[in-house]
DNA sequence: TTTT
DNA sequence: TTTT
């Protein structure tokens, strides 16, 4: 117990939201998110960059579907979890997504016509201890 | 470029660290740890753990080595990186893990012999273009 | 727009919550938080004390009032506010606080007979705007 | 012991940092940086400013000096402390400040000429028991 | 004013 | 595989 797993990214998305509805009508927001880091080495610029699969859940994800293009500058809290599941062969994998639990798009003026900070208490789909949206948080 | 890849931690640790040694003698240390939260779904109270692959190089994997045992509550800052591997059979696979950037234990009086806080630069051992340790920070 | 406020402070409590209730039933919880740093300079271990100024607003103040006792080790996150105030001669003066968000106790045993995470969004009395209390994360 | 205090803020600076030389030449950078948070309150937008003291110590402090002005939008990761000064009548008052420990320009593309992230250990300038560069980190 |  |  008394575990704290929090995770915090600023970085641009790879690709725009994907969105699925699962029964019950619960919607799931997933996409890859970059974040770069540079530094010197050997007097050479590198520039490394880490892919991370962000995965919103319900009222939060329905804000990233309306909000969140492909190439968006994003900062996102979260936290990490981990799920195995079988790919088309059959073989087990493990796979590490960053469970948004809020977001703030940061960047050009332009980007923001809507300026609200979004946060969700969001959990497993399979779950409803949490299923309510802060709604005051929410842009409309 | 302008990213942020940035993990908080407070967990146990699951084993005691593993430390390997690369060529040039660069040392690595790997530990899992477990994150806990609890929360009431239909009024009972449910407990779910996460696992972390835990990496630490260099002088902050000898700090760890020689402070970090299993069991330990510690606080950890470090970063996301994914990267791909081959299994025994040649099959390609990923793995997530927090690279370590600085530690603190937390908890109980006894695990307190020591009580600096631990922080190293580190990267790939592959990599020299930030070796050095921050020696300040270390305990002796 | 577009700003992140973030505090992440693991640290022991100086005293008991003190607990105030405004006009309408709201509670207010506040308390010192000590958060030490140790460091070796010139051979000599030095250890370094930072001051905070806690604030908890309505249902984290009362979950604060019940679970958190002088002496105890807590994560807590929030975000800074300063605010000016007139002391007792009418001076104008400002302090800077920090407004939980939520927080976590951590070590002894003995402090666990609870062990939830305890999150509340909370803003000042006077506004009510997000007035609910996040009501699944408390532990009864 | 065994406290961490962490501040992370994104914002923009409310003014060009002001930088002052210390016995021995030690650099020290400041300014104020504005946090801003949106909300809804009775269906209409609330925008609250926070305003933060941000300082940047040594080599930080000339990398801020160098690459940050009034309205750049940066990341910043540090620390708070609370120090006491005499006003010009000889009032003792309190100050709260972040004491920056690296930062990243964010924002447009045509910020960032240079684009590596800033990262210093500092501290009191009293104090030398840290005052080295992390000089893989800075951009020359 | 905490804790080790 | 931790901890409460």
């Known amino acids: 117990m008394s575990g704290i797993n929090k995770v915090i990214l600023v970085g641009h998305l790879g690709k725009d939201p994907e969105v699925r509805y699962l029964e019950g009508g619960v919607s ?40 969140l293009q492909k190439g968006k500058l994003v900062y996102i809290e979260g936290k990490l979890r981990t799920r195995s599941f079988e790919d088309k062969a059959g073989v087990k994998k493990y796979t590490t997504e960053v469970i948004a639990e809020n977001f703030t798009i940061l960047g050009r003026k ?14 497993d789909a399979d779950s409803d201890y949490d299923s309510r949206t802060d709604a005051d948080d929410l842009p409309f």
Chains 1, 2, 3, 4 share one sequence.
């Open 110 to 123: 332009s980007d923001f016509e809507n300026e609200t900070r979004h946060s969700l208490k969001s959990e």
């Open 28 to 67: 799931v927001a997933s996409f890859p998110l970059a974040t770069s880091e540079s530094f010197n080495k050997d007097g050479r610029k590198i520039e490394q960059t880490e892919w991370h699969n962000i995965v919103m859940w319900r009222g939060l994800a329905d804000v990233a579907a309306k909000y």
